[in-house]
DNA sequence: TTGTAGGCGTTATCAG
DNA sequence: CTGATAACGCCTACAA
């Protein structure tokens, strides 16, 4: 393989030369630069990133730790990372985790190892005070508020969504209200829990612990969900569900059985997916793509500015999208 | 920051015993072992990735050329491949491409520069020519056939596939049949058209131009095509549509209009989305987390292969799943 | 505008 | 078992 060197040589000029040409510096001559061009060309050449990897301390990529790409939720904000990425130019590597925390450790390793720049952190199973080890190797970015820590955030405000959501079914006249999310312990679901418990609390509407149900990750269980319902003595008139998915699948199990929504069942989630629209779904949507294309661009001003510079917490808003479904 | 020199001078070895301790090689007696050891855990030591890259020559990740994470099609794709690459230790870069060919080059690109040891390719719009140009850097595993080429592929053969499909519609005793598809123009959906009139040629039944719709990419495409199939004059009494998401839109909207499936139209599907189960649509599933998977083994086959290793075919099977929609 | 020389941090080679 | 020393391929003061 050709290096810079055999370019200079066969150019008749110094390697410093040909290194201005690969860069676009300036003050090269332009009989100097043709001929490195010239040669270049010829021997078909290209540079050995990792050396300049190594030379310069950066590699321009971004690594991004998610549980599972497949999920809806996951791959909107992925798409917006990605797409902000190529614009960019920087190199995106996708680390799915499956919730695992050693391997979320491994990535933020990669971040002292020199192998990236930045870690984009969409969903975490490690404590913030781990994490914030690490902003000392290169800037990192959560798609979670972290609240006053040391690291960037860029969030939506899960509590707040949830009660304008319950809000919003209280508004409509419903009187008694489930609740149904995926891990019962990741940490937005525990915001959500809180949420959940503190409107009751304060708006004084009953509330049974029966209502509150948990792993709900896909269509299955949400069909099932549905009949869980139906089965319990005292059934809710409206339900909130984390999960447009779910949600779907919980509306197309009620048309098979012949309960009515929102008549007999209001329902509303979370994400905007598509197949939540096509049924009148009302939601909320929490901005996925803006959520991964402003984490980009947070990690991307992090690591052009002067290293110096401060943990940025940016709040996005949701919105409130209303169907047919309440 | 540390480096390995000062791991050696503060042990009191030589830089070549840190590595061989860094490396795990045998001939390093206990005592300098631990000394290095603990020096590393004293400085808190970490290699530079990026050198190691450089005198290497690999960087042990593989980038992934795919036009949109979101598509389901793509994200299960991208999850085999990922499920693969943390087993194997490998980092995997997304690239997400919009269709780009220049984009796509790109990545080829970064396969010569050696940023990356291998590329899989999902979906391309690059030529095969182009392609094999670059077999000479790396190996190159595309998700789709490519016939002789000199890069190796896993696939589905998409034309038996759809054949399949068609063969059980007309076994079910529909006589006429119609077809939507994606882009009009994409490499696989040309297989599928070829598979369609080959399919009509063949059995004799009656093929109307107009019965074949394409750019049925998301949801709402979906329930339009319902809207469109209703105004026709003579409406097939089957269709087959690439991407269960899209046949299950037109499920929904049918069910909204009152047509009943399969009584007035009978649907099949590709994919094997979780929406389809729901909905009892019959479906082809072309296996895309294997696909995935299958993929990356490929590829880090070949990346430990002697370099001088042939390119390979891999076809997988695909697999009719029937439910209530014919 | 150009070139020389040193350095980035490892691993590989080969002689002890 | 151990250690000098030479790569790996590039960038960048600094000097001219």
Known sequence: MANIKEIARISGVSVTTVSRVLNNHPYVSDDKRNAVLNTIEQLNYRRNMNAVHLITGRTKSVAVIMPLIRIYYFSIIMEGLAQEALLAQYRLVLCQTNYRPEEELKVLEMLRNKEIDGVVIVSTSLKPEVIEE???????????????????????????????????????????????????????????????RDFHRESGLPLHEEWMIFDCLNEEHGAALLHRLSAMEERPEAIIVAGDHVAAALMIEAGKQGIRIPEDLAVIGFDNQP???????????????EMGAAAFQTIHEQIHGDG?????????????????SV
């Open 275 to 289: 197949i939540g629209k096509l049924l009148g779904l009302t939601t909320i949507d929490n901005k996925l793509f």
């Open 308 to 324: 110096g510079s401060q943990p940025v917490h940016r709040k996005l808003d949701y919105e409130l999208i209303e169907r047919s």
């Open 134 to 196: 690490y902003t000392a190797y290169g800037p990192i970015v959560t798609c979670q508020n972290s609240g006053e820590s040391r690291f960037s955030s860029v969030y939506i405000e899960h509590y707040a969504a949830f009660r304008h959501g319950l809000q919003y079914l209280a508004d409509k006249g419903y009187r008694s209200i489930g609740y149904c999310d995926g891990r019962k312990h990741g940490s937005s679901s525990s915001i959500r829990q809180s949420a959940f």
